[in-house]
């Protein structure tokens, strides 16, 4: 299967938890995703979480979003990637992002944007599971935002962004120069 750019590939154990046997092309592949994660949605919009910043909410969400294709969804990846911190150390990480975004909301010190695309970055960071990371952090921040600290959900260029196009590019772009520190570009491509 091809990836685009900036994307996670799966190691066998990773690629053989897939449930739907059928599925050859990584389009076929997205669209079962997609299915999937409308699901999700759907099961968002009724249940309306807000104690979301712990482990236990993270990995429910990645299980909604990806169960119905993956039979690893909602566990922690056991392998490293190009991306994220050595796999044993994500619970803690996770712990550490979590406490910390939920003092700086207390606090009230920061902007509601600021903080979610801190914790947006951060998460994708940690690189939690084999695959799905961007579109599960690019949600959690987008739950953040509207159950938690009552704002508006990011419209992250107004494009579906896990296939390779110029928006993709901008959202890499974005990530980059938040690995250096500087969150402005990321912020401004969330709210574009
Ligand atoms: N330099 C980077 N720093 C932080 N996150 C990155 C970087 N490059 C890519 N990413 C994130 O990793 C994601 C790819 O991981 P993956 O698990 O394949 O997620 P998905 O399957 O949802 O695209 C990208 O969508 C992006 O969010
Ligand atoms: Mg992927």
Redesign the pocket.
């Given at each position: 299967m091809e990836?685009?750019p900036?994307?996670?590939p799966l190691n066998r154990d990773e690629a053989q938890g897939l449930l739907l046997t059928h599925i050859t092309t990584r389009g076929e592949l997205d669209r079962w995703?997609q299915d999937n994660i409308v699901e999700a949605l759907a099961w968002l919009k009724k249940t309306k979480p807000m104690d979301i910043l712990n482990e236990s909410f993270v990995r429910k969400l990645h299980q909604r979003m990806f169960a119905n294709v993956w039979n690893w969804a909602g566990q922690f990846r056991q392998s490293d990637?190009n991306?994220g911190g050595p796999w044993w150390r994500i619970s803690t990480d996770l712990k550490a992002l979590c406490d910390d975004i939920h003092w700086r909301i207390k606090q009230q010190l920061d902007s509601s944007d600021d903080i979610a695309v801190c914790f947006?970055?951060r998460l994708?960071?940690i690189?939690p599971?084999?695959?799905?990371?961007?579109?599960?952090?690019?949600l959690m921040a987008d739950i953040l935002l509207e159950n938690v600290m009552n704002s508006e959900r990011f419209s992250w260029g107004g494009q579906d962004?896990?296939k390779t196009s110029n928006v993709?590019q901008q959202?890499?772009t974005g990530?980059?120069a938040?690995?250096k520190g500087d969150y402005k570009p990321l912020l401004e491509f969330a709210r574009s």
């Open positions: 990836y685009p900036g994307a996670t995703e990637k991306i947006h970055h994708v960071s690189h599971f084999p695959n799905g990371n961007g579109r599960h952090a690019r962004l896990s993709r959202y890499l990530l980059r938040a690995d």
